[in-house]
């Protein structure tokens, strides 16, 4: 079976269509999420994703109004609870068990509703890119889009407020503002790449390829390009082995291949002494406040 037969499929280029925004928007914030050391939210939000998800199931609801309802409003949520705008651990972890027994209590009211409603759980979990309908993957991409414009526009301030924070305050950067306005589009990224790959295997999509830039770059914007593009050229090689292989979910096919080129990484990069993020840039790339 060829890979260019692929495109002869509405499915296949609607999946292409959404995709290609969707890991864009993951890559690039993916990107501050690993460098602000906010890993963990992108965890926890794809949890709220499974549940608002399926509470706007439950409810009788549009499925993506619960998404970004329900990540959005979080994400604001543990970012005000967060010193100036940032997440904390600990009050994520404060309610984070409380929103899987949510999300499964949604589960169980919309199962058991008939037979056809039992898979709803599962496409939340791992996302059903291959059924987007041409009109949900055109609201994908748009949405997807507008992430990524606000990631750029936002990109130096943010940058400079995630590699010296206080700096940055005291230069009049309004660091709560942006760090709110940031955990926001998180959210946002959430619950439209929850789409695609499903809850259970968000974090991947928003990690693997950040990781992976870091790795390969100490340059900041550099870094931030090769995100989106290892992001989307995963994406492009997760469905073209799906749909290569049938019995290969698409998710699966898509995580595989980040994680792959992750570890890749730590085969053909050697750890580079002396340049870490710092906010003088005397050791590393990242430019200091007075060049940022």
């Not at 890559?27 to 963990?40: C, I, P, T």
């Not at 992430?147 to 660091?175: K, Q, T, Y």
């Amino acid at each position: 079976m060829s890979v260019f037969t692929a495109f002869d499929h509405p499915y296949f280029t609607h999946a292409l269509l959404a995709g290609t925004g969707i890991a864009a928007a993951a890559g690039l914030v993916g990107y501050f999420l690993v460098l602000r050391a906010q890993v963990f939210t992108g965890d926890a939000l794809g949890h709220v994703a499974f549940t608002g998800g399926l509470a706007a199931l439950a409810l009788g609801y549009d499925l993506r109004l619960g998404l970004f309802a329900a990540t959005v409003v979080f994400a604001v949520l543990i970012g005000a609870l967060g010193k100036r705008g940032r997440s904390d651990d600990v009050a994520i972890g404060s309610v984070f068990a409380w929103i899987l027994g949510l999300g499964a209590f949604f589960l169980t009211l919309y199962s058991t509703r008939g037979a056809a409603h039992g898979t709803a759980g599962v496409s939340v979990l791992f996302g059903s890119i291959f059924g987007l309908s041409a009109g949900q993957a055109g609201v994908a991409a748009l949405v997807a889009a507008g992430i990524c414009a606000l990631v750029a526009l936002l990109a130096r301030p943010l940058l400079f407020a995630s590699v010296d924070e206080a700096v940055a305050a005291a230069r009049g950067v309004p660091v709560r503002a942006l760090g709110l306005a940031f955990l926001v589009l998180v959210g946002a990224c959430a619950a439209q790449a929850t789409q695609a790959v499903g809850s259970l295997l968000l974090l991947g999509l928003l990690a693997a390829p950040a990781g992976a830039a870091h790795r390969l770059t100490a340059r900041p914007y550099h870094a931030l390009a090769l995100s989106a593009g290892l992001a989307v050229a995963e994406m492009w090689a997760g469905l073209g082995l799906s749909y290569a292989a049938p019995r290969l979910p698409p998710s699966f096919a898509i995580l595989a291949t980040a994680t792959a080129v992750y570890l890749a990484t730590f085969l053909t990069v050697r750890p580079r002494r002396g340049r870490t993020v710092t906010s003088q840039g005397s050791r590393g790339n990242v430019p200091g406040p007075s060049r940022l």
